[in-house]
């Protein structure tokens, strides 16, 4: 096959087909980038109602559709820090904002610079050294260090360059956080491109508009070759360069994808990074721009790819890439060593002249065993390929998931930001959150959907707490904000407001709301949800089948977050459940993590549970004994056998109670014993122990 006149086109077209069905193909691409661009909003929407002054940009493979299941890259997650503002001159200086002035000079390497501290009350140089972030050099300059990304470092994370790579749950991205200062003004060591036009006229006047328009950004970190790598900082333009991947046609698109599955393969197989997948990138977009845009057409694929290689091997070779819109940055500058420069060229060349045989020895998506039977080398059946259908499921389940994830962290930030606030903040909140999603834009308006649900829920819960400690009613503006949350998903905010009828002492309304969201959980192929911890979840195959059928609006569907209570609803909270706000001792408080375990001082539970529990509650005071007993049943069974319940320990800690109610203090015992188990500090087990015993002690 590889001997005849007319093989590459044939190659191209079979490699087109392998890669359509792996789906590299228009459709999951747009899937891809909605839904990570979603992510995005929700997280800006959360910024904006918290009055953070930052802004998250999702970057990277994931959201530009240029990946596959098997390659698994990771999300870029960047945060751009508003409370800077770095200048190139001196009439973009602001008041009162932490201003920067950009110093290029000969003791930068290209692409970077220094960052020079200035007065924030008139556009003058510090002089005087502020904080240990902050460094005097020899010509008297207050300069910024880059240290500053160990601000976000914990123990969960792990540097890399400018980035802090964290692990992503089960069902979700592995992402690279990366701190940014924002420069509003075009680079001028960028002002060339602007002008620059390649042979195809790409990329267009209104991208280089587009680009102009954003600025760009300035990351804490130093060149591998700099003199100072403590004091650099790498100029990203990283905003122009994502217009540039969005705008790519799916040819394009295929062919950095092999790449990256070459780089992976043959180039960089025990993971040491010595060629990068922006190497790749800034190879193909210098590609692109001097070729015709007829060239990249599926049916030359194999062709386009080959060509890619050649540049890549030049750069190598020459050890020097240059970045495709900061050309005197060389992105290869003291990347690999002469011994490694060597191999990197064998490498590629081999690949470049054994006509598509080494394309046969990918691994990755079993593109290989894929690829010998489109090109009949093996018969139809001798292999089993995950179908396009499944890695469809797939990757919008971890798409879906993404964005459920992102809700729930960004609910409890949300949460952890009013916890202190009086009832008009919040208010205001609310009134700022409303206008941020009324301005048109489509992602503003399906952001809104998923996080106001349950901000509603949380404040009109609030409002009902306030009002149930005045009179004992549920306030008509509460029962609104409650009625307007109910779908955030399929039970948590159903299960706060019948908890809410609980507490006023409507429990025919309770009965009714428990009884509805128990048919609805029960019918559905429903994933738990949870940000306090790290939690691995069973995803079905029905669920996989659901996020293929359906868009992301499932996800209120069959998804169930934890029921959660600040202590502002304590009025809301069933006596059982109201414990877990005070779990913590003073001894306890040492052994909680400063960010992630705030929740520990709100009552959360697993929604499945506290249905049953509710019902337990429900049916005693409407004396449906039997129902009663049916209800805890359900409770023992949930503990026993759901292996997705993340707060375990506070089900066995009201299933507890529930057996003290039912005259059973060793069985209730028992329950505290295996709560402690799950959580031996933080625990309001702790307390429940003491206060059973007591009791006991006093009996007898």
Not at 125 to 140: A, N, Q, S
Not at 346 to 374: A, M, P, Y
Request: aromatic share 8%; with cysteine.
């Amino acid at each position: 096959m590889f001997q005849e006149p007319d093989y590459r086109e044939n190659l191209s077209l079979k490699l087109s087909e392998v890669l359509d069905d792996i789906c590299v193909n228009e459709r999951m691409v747009m899937r891809r980038r909605r839904n990570y661009m979603l992510q995005e909003t929700i997280s800006n929407m959360m910024h904006k109602f918290t009055g953070t002054n930052i802004i998250e940009y999702n970057l990277g493979s994931q959201s530009e559709g240029t990946t596959t299941r098997g390659l698994g890259s990771d999300l870029d997650i960047l945060f751009c820090m508003h409370d800077y503002n770095i200048i190139e001159d001196w009439s973009e200086w602001e008041h009162d904002k932490k201003n920067y002035l950009m110093i290029h000079d000969e003791n930068t390497t290209p692409g970077y610079c220094f960052l020079q501290l200035l007065r924030t009350d008139e556009p003058l140089p510090v002089t005087v050294i502020l904080d240990e972030d902050h460094i005097i050099d020899r010509k008297g300059r207050i300069l910024l260090k880059n240290t500053m990304i160990n601000i976000l470092l914990d123990g969960d994370s792990q540097q890399h360059g400018p980035s802090i790579a964290l692990e992503g749950q089960h069902g979700s991205t592995d992402r690279d956080i990366v701190i940014a200062l924002p420069c509003k003004t075009w680079p001028q060591s960028a002002s060339g491109w602007l002008q620059r036009q390649g042979i195809s006229r790409w990329p267009t006047q209104e991208m280089r508009r587009y680009a102009a328009s954003t600025g760009c950004f300035v990351v804490p970190t130093g060149s591998k070759v700099s003199e100072y790598p403590e004091l650099e900082w790498r100029i990203s333009t990283s905003l122009p360069e994502r217009c540039l991947m969005v705008n790519l046609n799916i040819t394009e698109i295929r062919c950095y994808v092999l790449l990256k599955m070459i780089l992976k393969s043959f180039l960089n197989p025990q993971k040491e990074i010595n060629i990068s997948s922006f190497m790749c990138k800034t190879v193909l977009l210098h590609c692109i721009q001097n070729t015709e845009t007829s060239v990249w057409k599926d049916n030359n694929l194999y062709t386009c790819l080959t060509y890619c290689l050649l540049e890549l091997h030049s750069c190598v070779q020459n050890e020097c890439c240059s970045h495709f819109i900061i050309p005197e940055n060389n992105v290869m500058a003291g990347q690999f060593t002469a011994e490694t420069k060597h191999e990197l060229s064998r490498n590629i060349c081999e690949l470049i002249q054994d006509d598509g045989q080494g394309l046969l020895s990918i691994d990755i998506d079993d593109f290989s065993q894929r690829l010998q039977v489109k090109l009949n080398m093996i018969p139809h059946g001798v292999y089993y390929f995950i179908s396009s259908l499944k890695i469809y499921e797939h990757v919008l389940t971890n798409g879906y998931i993404n964005i459920a994830r992102r809700t729930s962290v960004c609910h409890g930030f949300i949460l952890k930001k009013i916890h202190n606030q009086n009832l008009g903040i919040i208010k205001q909140f609310v009134g700022k959150l409303m206008t941020f999603s009324d301005n048109g834009k489509i992602l503003h308006h399906a952001a809104f959907k998923f996080l106001s649900s349950f901000l509603f829920t949380t404040y009109g819960s609030i409002l009902a707490s306030s009002s149930i400690g005045v009179n004992n009613q549920l306030s008509p503006e509460a029962l609104v904000l409650l009625s307007a949350g109910l779908n955030s998903d399929i039970s948590s905010s159903r299960l706060k407001l019948a908890s809410v009828f609980y507490s006023t002492g409507d429990i025919e309304k309770a009965e009714l709301i428990v009884r509805h969201t128990e048919q609805q959980y029960y019918s559905n192929p429903v994933l738990p949800m949870c940000s306090c911890l790290k939690k691995v979840y069973t995803v079905t195959a029905e669920f996989k089948r659901v996020c293929g059928e359906q868009s992301e609006d499932c996800i209120k569907h069959i998804t169930a977050f934890c029921v959660t209570f600040i202590q502002k609803e304590i009025n809301c909270v069933p006596q059982e459940l109201q414990y877990e706000m005070f779990r913590s001792t003073q001894d306890d408080m040492i052994q909680r993590h400063r960010n992630k375990d705030c929740w520990m001082d709100w009552a959360v539970v697993d929604s499945l549970p506290f249905l049953h529990f509710l019902q337990y509650k429900i049916y005693s005071h409407l004396q449906r004994h039997q129902d009663q007993q049916e209800a805890l049943g359900k409770l023992i069974r949930t503990i026993i056998t759901n292996e997705d319940l993340g707060h375990r320990d506070t089900a066995l800690n009201i299933l507890g109670q529930c057996m003290e109610q039912e005259n059973k203090p060793q069985q209730a015992l028992k329950c505290y014993l295996l709560s402690l188990q799950q959580r031996a500090r933080n625990n309001a087990a702790n307390f429940h122990i003491c206060k059973l015993i007591s009791g006991l002690l006093v009996n007898q």
